[in-house]
């Protein structure tokens, strides 16, 4: 093995990551308290730490590998995925009225989840390609978008808003990040902006409004919506400056916060260490994504800083939206807050992002003789 | 090649490198600058809630806890044409308890038991069978408390916490069992039904409409759900409303059904089995639609047991068959002014052609008799009416034919449904020789048009039918849809639907055939096989009929056969008639089952309910000439 191999691993990126993962497991561990009381060999934190181990066993797979060969297999991968995507559509469980799980063996797992990653991979191979430059015409630009759209599609069918959103997310940021000239945003701007009144009167059914109005502004739904940020706010509210104490917060124990293992757990974090775990958190994803976006910056070529661009951006999103929509900023979708929520797919396909971008580090000198 | 394509593509990188770590600087900025605001926002949000609002969320936290409560929509209203309330809600009110705000559950579950003097191990086996369910969950004890039993509990609940008294509107049948069959009844939504289309939007544990308007007026009269969050106190009292989306209640429906008339004719029937309704042949309005026997409606609101179910499914006189539009029965005699219109219409006879009965119908060496042993003599079709003589309808029907027949009286309505939207309704059957061929394999025999003639065989027609028919004879030809909802009432007096009459076609019949019938019909009456019923004030159209149950042997004495036969073997009575005659406002249906003869097993019920709609409008008794 190349001994600059392992010179360039970036192991900051590997204790902000732990950091983070501690807190998730603390929080998670205060969640799920009396169902861990109640039955200490099996419970949902057991298998998160199973979950963990499986994680930073796909992490490290990941790093064996040169990232290079990702750019003539990606387009298989992404296709594979995609069509993954459309058996879960028409064979999938369904689990609350939608249906994202693939069910193979006894063993659970969500296609949509590993899209997040291909598409990016995707996206930077297509842009770090000889003919594109920054800043690409419009004809360059419509393929990315098709690869966009059609999984984007087949997850909204699902239904599932958050994954949607995160995909549009991640691909946004890395079509800008390429550069989008500001003609073709105008034009864009100036092309959707009078759909969306004819759109909004004519197409939605009453319904439909109804729920697009209760994500803007859950008070419409005091019962459901608006139920779970009062109990969040109070929550979060309720840890003031430095917290209640582990395992001492009680809007989580009396069961009043739905779903506080998985999408809100961060009101668990915030009840329990208060104004200052909440910062700490933070800074902890702060600081993640510059050691990622270093990365970037000092990656070999263009497609390795465009797939690390594509990881930050689905670390950085998941967080940023999660933590939003927690805290009552932004509308309530079902996104889960990365390495702290519980949940398998998810895990892996973080820990599978950490992974590529560790991969991009390793590699990053530019005259290698192999 | 390969290597110097690589060495290529490595000084390319290079290039690269240089040229996009300045093309690039920009985007890494403005990444690192959203990075940071957002931070930024979300510290200073996180401030103002943990730091500046902290102290009122952590006060809330620790002594005040938010609930989420339902609130059940009332259902719409049901009342007759004229604004009496037929089906109405009262309030119900249940015991619950949330197990999390009670310390001694066992104690208080006794103390329970005793103010509702009730068994406590019947509340235990309710907790116990949902243990799993989370303990702030409210689970229901009982339902529908009396009133005594609310009494006690409100008295002690000061010293029960978290002991509640739910509050629920339920429907209440006003007149228990009297309409039961058009109104239907609610009960409690099946899983299938949950899942399905249809119920959207549906929780489980809600009641639906089963049968009848209930049912078929589902989407009106259900209404919204609403609820509450609730901001409770550490023992479970409600300490504020905190966000409240009130229910919208279900439309009310006004009926053209008449409350009065509907009382008369369920009057008619009690202790018989058999239908009336009664129609407005002027529009088509149902003014009354009786079935007998009735059932308890208010036993499906309160939960039927499964022995109830079985003992009211098991039922030798089928109390829940809808006998006015779910039941046909064969029409006998009462066909004959249709099969008269045909033959009219068609040519096969007018007004002044004469068959000759001697008392039966000699065809293929068989004898089919007239109810007249001795017959009627030389016969046009107006006496043929009024006497109902069968033999002449023999004739006229063999003349005819099986389709033509079947075209014409089809066009009355009779073998299709009305439409009248409820559920369960029976098609009837006229036959054709092509359904028969069809439904059997044997192609139609020429006997069986004779048979078929006089509303025998095959033929089957529910009343609601007849008395649709029946109103289109007495108005020259105008088929109606039956129905029975003339308005839809909203939450806001501005919203109201009207419910427009809808005429489903005009027969195409020339009126002196019209008149000729109607004509005979007032001749029933009058002088023929109906003037039992005969009222010098109301001059009433109408025709008797007697169906035949079982197959009479050929030959065989059917006066002997009338005595000996058990009563579950005596013919289905029927009448049919309309009043004024020459202006009719109302047309009723009657059949009693097993009644025997219809001119005085059914007749005399239909007069009773032309009279009391009639008084009731003030009828002068002028109004024909």
């Given at each position: 093995m190349d001994r600059r191999l392992i010179e360039n691993f970036d192991w900051s990126i590997i204790w902000a990551l732990l950091a983070i993962m501690c807190i998730g497991l603390l929080s998670i561990?205060?969640?799920?308290?009396?169902?861990?009381?109640?039955?200490?060999?099996?419970?949902?934190?057991?298998?998160?730490?199973?979950?963990?181990?499986?994680?930073?066993?796909?992490?490290?797979?990941?790093?064996?590998?040169?990232?290079?060969?990702l750019r003539t297999l990606s387009p298989w991968i992404y296709g594979l995925v995609l069509l993954l995507l459309v058996v879960v559509l028409a064979i999938g469980?369904?689990?609350?009225?939608?249906?994202?799980?693939?069910?193979?063996?006894?063993?659970?797992?969500?296609?949509?989840e590993f899209m997040k990653v291909i598409i990016a991979v995707q996206l930077a191979g297509y842009f770090s390609s000889q003919d594109i430059t920054s800043f690409p015409g419009i004809k360059k630009l419509i393929l990315p978008v098709g690869y966009v759209v059609?999984?984007?599609?087949?997850?909204?069918?699902?239904?599932?808003?958050?994954?949607?959103?995160?995909?549009?997310?991640?691909?946004?940021t890395m079509i800008l990040f390429v550069g989008v000239r500001w003609k073709y945003l105008a034009i864009l701007t100036l092309t959707v902006m009078p759909l969306i009144y004819p759109m909004w009167e004519h197409v939605l059914k009453p319904y439909q409004k109804r729920r697009v109005l209760i994500l803007l502004s859950?008070?419409?739904?005091?019962?459901?919506?608006?139920?779970?940020?009062?109990?969040?706010?109070?929550?979060?509210?309720?840890?003031?400056?430095?917290?209640?104490?582990?395992?001492?917060?009680?809007?989580?124990?009396?069961?009043?916060?739905?779903?506080?293992?998985?999408?809100?757990?961060?009101?668990?974090?915030?009840?329990?260490?208060?104004?200052?775990?909440?910062?700490?958190?933070?800074?902890?994803?702060?600081?993640?994504?510059?050691?990622?976006?270093?990365?970037?910056?000092?990656?070999?070529?263009?497609?390795?800083?465009?797939?690390?661009?594509?990881?930050?951006a689905l670390i950085l999103w998941q967080a940023f939206i999660n933590i939003g929509m927690v805290i009552g900023l932004l509308p309530v979708v079902g996104i889960t807050l990365p390495f702290v929520s519980y949940g398998g797919s998810s895990l892996i396909t973080l820990c599978l992002a950490i992974g590529l971008i560790e991969n991009v580090s390793m590699r990053r000198y530019v005259f290698q003789t192999r | 090649m390969k290597t110097k394509s690589n060495k290529f593509d490595g000084l390319k990188l290079i290039n690269w490198e240089n040229q996009e770590s300045i093309s690039f600087q920009k985007q890494y900025i403005l990444i690192s600058a959203v990075v940071l605001l957002i931070t930024m926002v979300y510290l200073v949000r996180l401030w103002h809630l943990q730091v500046i609002l902290g102290q009122s969320y952590r006060f809330q936290s620790e002594n005040n806890r938010i609930r989420v409560e339902e609130i059940a929509a009332p259902r719409g209203i049901i009342f007759d044409r004229n604004g009496v309330p037929i089906v109405e809600n009262r309030p119900a009110y249940h015991l619950v308890i949330i197990r999390e705000d009670i310390?001694?559950?066992?104690?208080?579950?006794?103390?329970?038991?005793?103010?509702?003097?009730?068994?406590?191990?019947?509340?235990?086996?309710i907790v116990e069978a949902n243990k799993t369910t989370?303990?702030?969950?409210?689970?229901?004890?009982?339902?529908?408390?009396?009133?005594?039993?609310?009494?006690?509990?409100?008295?002690?609940?000061?010293?029960?916490?978290?002991?509640?008294?739910?509050?629920?509107?339920?429907?209440?049948?006003k007149w228990n069992g009297t309409a039961a069959h058009l109104v239907g009844y609610l009960s409690e939504i099946t899983e299938a039904e949950l899942r399905s289309e249809k119920y959207q939007g549906y929780y489980s544990g809600e009641d639906i409409g089963k049968v009848g308007i209930e049912s078929a007026f589902e989407k009106y009269l259900h209404g919204t759900r609403g609820g509450r969050q609730l901001e409770v106190d550490a023992a479970g009292r409600r300490v504020r409303v905190l966000e409240e989306e009130l229910p919208i209640a279900g439309r009310n429906l006004w009926l053209t059904l008449d409350m009065d008339l509907q009382k008369t004719a369920e009057a008619q029937l009690e202790g018989k089995t058999g239908a009336i309704v009664a129609v407005d042949p002027t529009d088509g309005a149902v003014l009354a639609f009786a079935c007998s026997p009735s059932y308890d409606q208010e036993k499906f609101i309160r939960g039927l047991t499964k022995d109830e179910w079985i003992v009211l499914s098991k039922d030798p006189s089928h109390p829940l068959l809808n006998r006015g539009s779910g039941a046909a029965y064969p029409p006998g005699s009462t066909y004959k002014p249709f099969v008269a219109l045909a033959a009219l219409q068609e040519g096969v006879i007018n007004p002044t052609s004469t068959f000759t009965c001697p008392g039966y119908?000699?065809?293929?060496?068989?004898?089919?008799?007239?109810?007249?042993?001795?017959?009627?003599?030389?016969?046009?079709?107006?006496?043929?009416?009024?006497?109902?003589?069968?033999?002449?309808?023999?004739q006229t029907g063999f003349k005819l034919g099986v389709d033509r027949m079947a075209q014409c009286v089809t066009m009355f309505g009779l073998g299709e449904r009305t439409g009248i939207g409820l559920q369960g309704e029976h098609p009837g059957l006229i036959p054709t020789s092509w359904w028969k061929k069809q439904a059997t394999g044997i192609p139609w025999q020429k006997g069986e048009t004779i048979s078929i003639s006089i509303g025998q065989g095959f033929d089957l027609v529910t009343p609601l039918q007849m008395a649709m028919g029946y109103a289109a004879i007495s108005n020259n030809g105008n088929l109606w849809q039956p129905y029975v909802v003339k308005k839809i009432e909203g939450s806001s007096a501005d919203e109201i639907d009207e419910v427009k009459p809808h005429l489903k076609r005009k027969i195409p019949i020339d009126q002196r055939w019209f008149d000729l019938v109607k004509k005979a019909l007032a001749g029933v009456v009058e002088r023929g096989t109906g003037h039992l019923i005969r009222d010098p004030l109301i001059p009433i159209a109408g025709k008797t009929g007697t169906a035949q149950v079982v197959h009479v042997a050929q030959g065989a004495n059917r006066k002997l056969l009338e005595?000996?036969?058990?009563?579950?073997?005596?013919?289905?009575?029927?009448?049919?008639?309309?009043?004024?005659?020459?202006?009719?406002?109302i047309c009723v249906a009657a059949i009693v089952e097993h009644g025997g003869h219809g001119a005085s097993a059914a007749a005399p019920l239909v007069k009773n309910v032309i009279q009391a709609y009639l008084k009731d409008i003030h009828y002068d008794g002028q109004a024909s000439d």
């Open positions: 561990y205060s969640a799920l308290y009396p169902q861990i009381q109640a039955r200490p060999t099996n419970n949902l934190f057991i298998k998160q730490l199973i979950w963990l181990a499986i994680g930073f066993a796909v992490m490290c797979g990941s790093l064996f590998f040169n990232y290079q060969r469980k369904e689990v609350h009225g939608s249906k994202r799980w693939l069910e193979i063996g006894g063993f659970q797992f969500q296609p949509s059609l999984p984007v599609l087949v997850v909204l069918a699902e239904p599932d808003l958050g994954t949607a959103i995160s995909l549009l997310a991640i691909a946004t859950p008070d419409l739904d005091p019962l459901g919506a608006g139920y779970h940020i009062r109990q969040s706010k109070i929550a979060i509210g309720s840890g003031m400056l430095w917290g209640k104490g582990f395992l001492n917060g009680t809007q989580t124990k009396l069961h009043f916060l739905p779903e506080k293992h998985t999408d809100f757990i961060f009101s668990v974090w915030a009840e329990e260490w208060g104004f200052i775990g909440c910062v700490a958190l933070i800074l902890l994803f702060c600081l993640l994504i510059f050691l990622t976006l270093r990365v970037a910056t000092r990656s070999r070529d263009r497609f390795g800083s465009l797939v690390v661009i594509g990881m930050s | 310390s001694d559950l066992e104690g208080t579950i006794n103390e329970l038991a005793r103010l509702c003097e009730r068994n406590p191990d019947e509340f235990f086996s989370p303990k702030f969950v409210p689970l229901r004890l009982a339902s529908d408390l009396d009133r005594d039993c609310l009494a006690r509990i409100e008295a002690q609940r000061i010293r029960l916490p978290g002991v509640f008294i739910q509050l629920e509107p339920k429907r209440e049948y119908f000699q065809f293929a060496d068989r004898s089919y008799r007239c109810w007249k042993e001795h017959g009627h003599g030389t016969i046009a079709v107006e006496r043929a009416l009024v006497e109902s003589c069968d033999v002449f309808f023999y005595k000996l036969t058990k009563m579950k073997d005596k013919d289905h009575a029927w009448f049919i008639g309309y009043a004024p005659a020459s202006d009719a406002r």
